[in-house]
Structures are given as structure tokens and as C-alpha cells.
């Protein structure tokens, strides 16, 4: 509940209302989504926002600029999943209400700025020590993301497991294709005590031993699954236990050999085994959901509900942990990722999304995200001060108010201040698309000689004035939406004071990522890649993520264009030395040495004509923004294109580490009146690092000051 003080009517006018100031801190996504929901038309201007954003640009996690030949530059790979739907939702909105001139700009519809991308990626070694991938066209599903969901429509476990025991079905019938299928009886009665005695009789009779009786035993099951409550739990896991055994005996050993269908029966295997966790742990009648499971790390819990150690550790369960970069500290040795998310992220990813399985953005985040949302937030009176570093929170206290404890103060850090004293201007028009330039817009900035050495940014970096901001004065709410690494350098006496907060930050970790972009003369097909643009992870470290981006060179503006475009991304170790001001600098580095030695060693086993006949990447296919081609040979070459090491604290990557997700706090209580949470690191019903969390948590933060929206408006959010 907000500090009530501050938002009493005034008190020399009792006729009049005055707005609730509210202090934005920060400019991802989640941050973002708040001011957006705080400002929505129906709201009436009871809120006046101002965002508070070090640099000079929005985005976050997300932000891209625009470098030379206007190259698109990003901080990692982004890809929105199709049950993105309060994503989605904040966008079709944004677009609509931005409604720009599509004679004039190419991106002027939500349509126009994400397109389908339904090929999909993961790998696996042979022994041979080749790497294989396993392609996969996900199929169209109906509606699009963000369409209006049915009235009272939600997903329940229950319906999650009729739809896994529905996918086991269909990939039997992919493996039964090439064999006559036996005759068999459908059941005919969904009556609890007939099924009892269908099921005994399958067991008894054997009659799962071979592939239409499998299949009919999973007819069966999704009767006993749509009334489970109606049956012991030793039953259903006696009936489980057999359909996975018969299973394994019918087709383990004799697809040993068949590389593709082996694939088949190890995702089988997988959802066999979460199936019978599922009924095992008692998830559908616990009310804390798949939280219950949160304990223990996914693949142990897998290897407990009995899938089989080559399914485990195939490429599906790798792409997993490689997709949100979970690995702790750093350590590929150590993947953790906790269970009840990766199921509900699993369930969620495969059964719920629409239209397309993943979605690609048509130019950079940062111009398709957060240009839009700052163009509307900007009409709707949002005040953005650029270049304001937050340094430090102070707490008061009070007798008054539902916690008796508030925000009395932010502390920021005027990095650089705008020519006469206006407003900064910080797009830039490419090809007609409003975009944020990769470095600051200094003729804007006064000292703009010394502000180019200046590195905003960078938690390394600091100078400029103290700017005091006061509770009563300044602010009367505070929406925190900088990322989790920062909290412990700008809230020491949040995390000092409050044994919560400090618990927080104690075990809800977060991880370095690593990134670059190649821009290349040839095209993928002559580089020996001869398939539909993909996405692709579970592939070799220290790149374990790649994605065929040539869809983005249209939107740059090269003089000569490239032919391809490939990003990659995986996880970055820590170095020793945090502290030390060179820091940034040595981890950029070791990301470059990374690229380098995966581009010569590796990039063969994806494009194989990328490589010379030594095997080793072949430098001169590299196209120089700058134009500067004689200017750089060989390895020297990767100067010319882009890597970056997202170490800076509010930066890293958030995991979702076991025992971790009750350790978040929520947006909607956080214990201090005036102050609220934002981002993919609070308790919002997805705990996990991606765009839809940081949604769900803006929408929520919005809620906890206005109460709006209503909570069953947040797709997904269901917790009390």
C-alpha cells in the first residue's frame, strides 16, 4: 500500500485531488510497462510519472543502438516466445495508440515489427564427437499472442497433463507411421470405476507391449487424468510406471540406432517421467503449484520421477538450462535450474503459445520495444531525465501508514546535462524507423569533448552532480526497476536493514552473459548452411546459442550490403577483480578471445564452407561497417564486427536457481508504503529471466499503486 500520507486530497483544497508523483527508476522492460499501466487514458492523470534512466537510452536487459552503416547491436539474441501474451498484449497497445503512418514508416503495426519464426533448433554430440541438429517446424496454433482470451480462461495443471499425455500420443503415432497398426477398441466409458477396470485389465493382460497398445493405454490414461481426483494416487503411478516401462522395452534398444526417431522416444521418455513427477508430487492438489518442486534442480528431478540418464542429458533438457543461462556463478559444470519453473516454463513455451512458436522482431529491440513505448509515454506526459544514475536509497520511518517505513529519499548522480538546460532528444531516424544510437548524441550534451570519454553506462564509470530527490517534494511513490545486481550497490540500507531484502539478494542469484554479432559477404547457403533461418541452442560451449539474423540487414544501412548475419550467445564466467576499474574491459576481452576460438574451432560443425581447409574460419568473409576492409586480416578482422560482456550488475542475467523462487519479493509487498518492485527478479508468478516476466512484474508493480490492472487481467499471474 502506498505511503497514504502523500496521497491524501490536499488538504487547502478538499475539492481537488493532486497527482501521485511517482519516480521510476530505471528503463527495461518492467519499468517501462509500469509508467506505461500507471498512464493508461482510464487512469485520468491521477499519476504523474518521471523515469529516471542512467545514459541515454532506454531498454535495459534489451537495449540495442544503431552503429556504423546503422548495424543494429544488441546485448544478446532476442526472440519473444508465443505465449509472450501480456508481452504481446503491451504492444499491440503501444503500436495502436502510437499509430504511426505506414506510408511513412516501415514499422508501423505490431505486425510489422514481429514476424513468425516457427523453425527450431537443438543439438546433440554423436559419438563421433560430431554435433547434430535436430530441426523442427513447430506447427501454426490459432489466435495470435495477445489476442482477448476467453472469459474466465485460465490454464490449470490439470490441463497441462491432458495436453502432455496428448503430445506422448502423437509422438508414438510418429514412431507407429512406418508399421500396420493392430485393431484396437477405443474405451468407450469415462466412468471412473469402468476405466479402474479397463486400465487392470491392460495391465494385466499385457497388452501394453507393443505400440497400438501404448497407445491405447494413453487413451485410457487421459480419461483417468481429466478426473484424477477420483483416484488414488498409488493407482494412476502403477498405470504411469507401466505405459514407461512397456514403453522403454518396445522402443529403447531398437531405436538405438535410429538417430532421429531415438530423439522422439528420448522426449517421450522426458514427459513420461514429468507426468508421473507430476502425479507423484501431488502438483495439481498442492496449492503452491509447481513451486512445490522449486527444491530441486530440474534434472535431478527429472532422474527422480524416472527419466532416463541419455534422455536427461539430451540436447532438449541442454537447450533448457542454455536458453536462460543457467548456470551457477558462471560454471558450465554446474547447470541448475529450478524445477517448478522449468516445467512451468516447458508446459507454458509448448501448449500455450499462439500463433507462432517463437516470434522474431524486425529490427532492434530497442527500435521495435522501447521507441514505441517512449513515444507514447512521452504523449502522455511522462517526463524521462536521461543521463540520472540512482546512487543510493534512504529510508524513514514513521507511526503513520501500513508499514510505517518509506522511501524518504533517492540519491542519483547527474552524469551530463543538455545544452541549455532542455529536454535530451535521444532518437535517431533510420530508414523511417525512430531508433537509439549505440552511443550518446553529445552534440546534444554540454562539455561534449569530456562526455566522450564518459562511459554512462558502465557501473565503472562515475562523475556529475549529487541530485537529492525528497519524499513530499520530489516523489511520493518509487517504482524500483533496475535489475536485481544492482540493488546491492544503489539499496544498502534496504539490504542492511530489512533481513528480507538481504535474503533476496542472498540467494536469488544472477549470472554474466556474453554475446557478438558476424555480418558476412556470403550467404548462409554458400556458407554451407542450406536450411530455413533457425534458431538453435544446446550447441558447444562457450556459444552454445546461435540464430540466423539475416533478416535484419534490410533494416541497417550499409553502403555495400552483407550477405548473412549470425548472432550467438551463451553464459560468462566471472573473473576475479570485480572492483577493479579495469574489469569491464578484461571480461570484453575474454569474450573476443571466446569468439575467436569458437569461430576456428567450432563454426565448421554448423556452416562447414565457412571454414578453410585447415578447418579454420575463414576471416575475409567479413564485412566492415566501416568500410574499412584493407584495414584488418585474418583474426584481426573480428575488430570489425560486434561482441559485448553484459557484466554490469544491472545487466546480469536473473536465474532461477533451486530453492531460490521464495526468496523473491513480491510487487505487490515489499513492506515499505511508498515503494514497489519491478523486474523479471520479483515473485510474479514466471520467476524466470525473459520479457514476459518483466511484463507480468510492471503490470503487477502498476497494480500495487493504483490497483490497476485488476490481478485477472495478468495472464498467468496466480498467486493470491
Request: charged share 20%; aromatic share 10%; glycine share 10%.
Amino acid at each position: 500500500m502506498i505511503w497514504y500520507e502523500r496521497l491524501l486530497v490536499n488538504e487547502a483544497d478538499t475539492t481537488e485531488q493532486k497527482p501521485v508523483r511517482v519516480a521510476v527508476i530505471g528503463g527495461g522492460c518492467a519499468a517501462m510497462t509500469a509508467a506505461f499501466e500507471l498512464t493508461q487514458p482510464h487512469l485520468k492523470g491521477r499519476y504523474q510519472i518521471t523515469v529516471y534512466q542512467p545514459g541515454w537510452r532506454l531498454g535495459g536487459k534489451g537495449a540495442s543502438g544503431r552503429g556504423p552503416s546503422a548495424r543494429i547491436e544488441e546485448h544478446g539474441l532476442h526472440l519473444w516466445m508465443g505465449f509472450y501474451e501480456n508481452a504481446f498484449r503491451l504492444m499491440r497497445e503501444c503500436y495502436g495508440e502510437l499509430a504511426r503512418d505506414p506510408r511513412t514508416c516501415p514499422i508501423a503495426d505490431w505486425r510489422d515489427a514481429f514476424q513468425a519464426a516457427p523453425l527450431i533448433g537443438v543439438t546433440d554430440q554423436l559419438p563421433s564427437g560430431e554435433w547434430q541438429i535436430w530441426k523442427g517446424m513447430m506447427p501454426p496454433s490459432d489466435g495470435l499472442p495477445g489476442d482477448k482470451l476467453p472469459a474466465g480462461h485460465s490454464w490449470t495443471i490439470a490441463d497441462y497433463m491432458l495436453r502432455t499425455v496428448g503430445l506422448v500420443r502423437n509422438l508414438l503415432e510418429t514412431i507407429r507411421q512406418s508399421e500396420p497398426a493392430a485393431a484396437q477398441a477405443s474405451p468407450s466409458e469415462s466412468n471412473p470405476s469402468s476405466l479402474t477396470e479397463q486400465v487392470q485389465r491392460v495391465l494385466e493382460m499385457g497388452e501394453l507391449a507393443t505400440l497400438a497398445g501404448l497407445t491405447q493405454g494413453l487413451a485410457l490414461l487421459e480419461m483417468v487424468i481429466g478426473s484424477l481426483a477420483q483416484y488414488p494416487d498409488n493407482f494412476v503411478l502403477r498405470f504411469l510406471d507401466a505405459l514407461t516401462r512397456n514403453a522403454r522395452a518396445v522402443l529403447e534398444s531398437r531405436l538405438a540406432q535410429n538417430v532421429p526417431l531415438r530423439r522422439v522416444w528420448q522426449v517421450i521418455d522426458l514427459t513420461l517421467a514429468t507426468l508421473r513427477g507430476m502425479v507423484r508430487f501431488g502438483i495439481a492438489a498442492d496449492p503452491r503449484g509447481f513451486d512445490a518442486i522449486d527444491d530441486y534442480d530440474c534434472r535431478e528431478w527429472l532422474l527422480l520421477c524416472g527419466a532416463s540418464p541419455s534422455a536427461v542429458d539430451s540436447g532438449w533438457v541442454r537447450a533448457l538450462y542454455d536458453l536462460g543461462f543457467s548456470y551457477e556463478n558462471g560454471d558450465l559444470r554446474r547447470p541448475r535450474i529450478a524445477a517448478g519453473q522449468a516445467l512451468r516454463s516447458m508446459l507454458r513455451a509448448f501448449f500455450t503459445y499462439r500463433g507462432s512458436f517463437f516470434w522474431r522482431m524486425q529490427a532492434g529491440m530497442g527500435d521495435i520495444v522501447f521507441a514505441p513505448l517512449y513515444e507514447v509515454l512521452k504523449r502522455r506526459g511522462v517526463r524521462f531525465e536521461f543521463f540520472h544514475r540512482l546512487r543510493n536509497v534512504t529510508l524513514g520511518t514513521t507511526t503513520a501508514g501500513a508499514n510505517g517505513r518509506y522511501v524518504a529519499g533517492l540519491e542519483l548522480e547527474v552524469q551530463a546535462r543538455v545544452r541549455g538546460g532542455g529536454e535530451y532528444q535521444p532518437l535517431v531516424d533510420i530508414n523511417g524507423v525512430p531508433c537509439w544510437p549505440s552511443l550518446p548524441l553529445y552534440e546534444q550534451l554540454e562539455d561534449s569533448d569530456i562526455m566522450r570519454q564518459r562511459h554512462f553506462e558502465s557501473h565503472w564509470d562515475s562523475g556529475g552532480a549529487q541530485r537529492l530527490l525528497a519524499v513530499g517534494t520530489d516523489f511520493d511513490a518509487v517504482v524500483l526497476g533496475i535489475g536485481l545486481g544492482a540493488v546491492p550497490h544503489v539499496c544498502r540500507e534496504l539490504v542492511a536493514r530489512d533481513a528480507r531484502w538481504r535474503a533476496m539478494v542472498d540467494h536469488v542469484q544472477t549470472v554474466a552473459t556474453q554475446a557478438f554479432q558476424i555480418w558476412m559477404t556470403e550467404d548462409m547457403a554458400a556458407l554451407g548452411w542450406r536450411d530455413l533461418p533457425i534458431n538453435v541452442s544446446g550447441f558447444v560451449e562457450p556459444f552454445d546459442t546461435w540464430a540466423d539474423m539475416q533478416h535484419l540487414i534490410g533494416a541497417e544501412a550499409w553502403s555495400q550490403a552483407p550477405r548473412a548475419l549470425a548472432y550467438f550467445c551463451s553464459v560468462l564466467p566471472d573473473l576475479a577483480g570485480f572492483d577493479n576499474a579495469d574489469y569491464p574491459q578484461r571480461q570484453r576481452q575474454q569474450v573476443r578471445q571466446n569468439a575467436v576460438r569458437f569461430l576456428n574451432r567450432d563454426i565448421g560443425q554448423l556452416w562447414p564452407a565457412a571454414t578453410d581447409g585447415a578447418g579454420r574460419f575463414r576471416w575475409n568473409i567479413l564485412a566492415d561497417a566501416a568500410q574499412g576492409n584493407d584495414l584488418a586480416d585474418g583474426e584481426d578482422r573480428f575488430a570489425t564486427q560486434y561482441w559485448t560482456a553484459n557484466v554490469n550488475p544491472s545487466d546480469r542475467y536473473i536465474l532461477s536457481l533451486p530453492g531460490s523462487t521464495k526468496y523473491r519479493i513480491s510487487p505487490l509487498d515489499t513492506g515499505y508504503d511508498n515503494l514497489t518492485v519491478a523486474g523479471d527478479w520479483t515473485a510474479c508468478s514466471f520467476n524466470a529471466g525473459c520479457v514476459e516476466a518483466a511484463v507480468m512484474s510492471g503490470r503487477l508493480a502498476a497494480h500495487a499503486i493504483a490497483e490497476s490492472p485488476p490481478l485477472n487481467e495478468i495472464v498467468g499471474y496466480d498467486h493470491p
